[in-house]
């Protein structure tokens, strides 16, 4: 019988980067290789963490593609997220933006059997096309608060995103990891429903207790050779 598992941390890498404008300089047969090559390095870490590519291209001048990559093992994470820019294609991106935050992995009740790489919550994350993601810093008025003064701002944000039942929302804390304190990741079906909770929740009181929540990246979900064809 299996043991039941200790809660893990899972630890999630958000990394915006740009194609140089060499890549597209070269010769048709080069960056076909070149994408190919790229895109097998990224498929082979796919067994082992949670992947999801976006593109940005054409909504930011500053980013092309997010990678959005978790994993239980942080330095395995870092490996992979190293070996991006090593193979083919990936010597030709830079990393513009990087944000590194921890999500608390399920409690002990569940076994290894139940989570997709024997972590992770299913359909917990990258479920849908939209994201809308981006650093917060909170005020240090907020930590002057009681826990349940806390308690009940936090409520009236949660009743919000729960209206729009095709909207997933995740937080991933960043203390002692990153310069942010929390990432907040906001994905959602339709395009429309994300626009209107996000202007909701910009009007709630909690919104006094933020000193920081920028950049804000809107992030579309895409397979990682549609995205390289479309930006090369």
Known sequence: MEKPRKAANIYSSFMFVKLQPDFRRLISNEKIAAKQEFENMVGASQE???????????????????????????????????????????????????????????????????????????????RYRYMLLHPVVKAHTWYELSEAEREKLLAERGHVVSRYREIQEN??????????????????????????????????RIKNYTTVDKPVFLCLGRDLREIMDAIS
């Open 171 to 204: 937080f991933f804390l960043s203390y002692g990891l990153d310069d942010q304190e929390i990432i907040v990741a906001r994905e959602a079906r339709a395009l429309e429903d994300l626009i209107l909770a996000t202007q909701e929740l910009r009007q709630l």
């Open 48 to 126: 082992k963490l949670f992947l999801r590519t976006y593109m940005v291209s054409g909504l930011r001048a500053d980013s092309d593609l997010l990678f959005w990559r978790m994993s239980d093992d942080l330095a395995y994470l870092q490996e992979v997220c190293s070996r991006t820019f090593s193979t083919g294609a990936g010597k030709y991106l830079t990393p513009v933006h990087s944000f590194l935050g921890v999500h608390h992995g399920p409690e002990a009740a569940q076994s290894r059997k139940e989570l997709d790489f024997g972590f992770l919550p299913r359909d917990t994350f990258g």
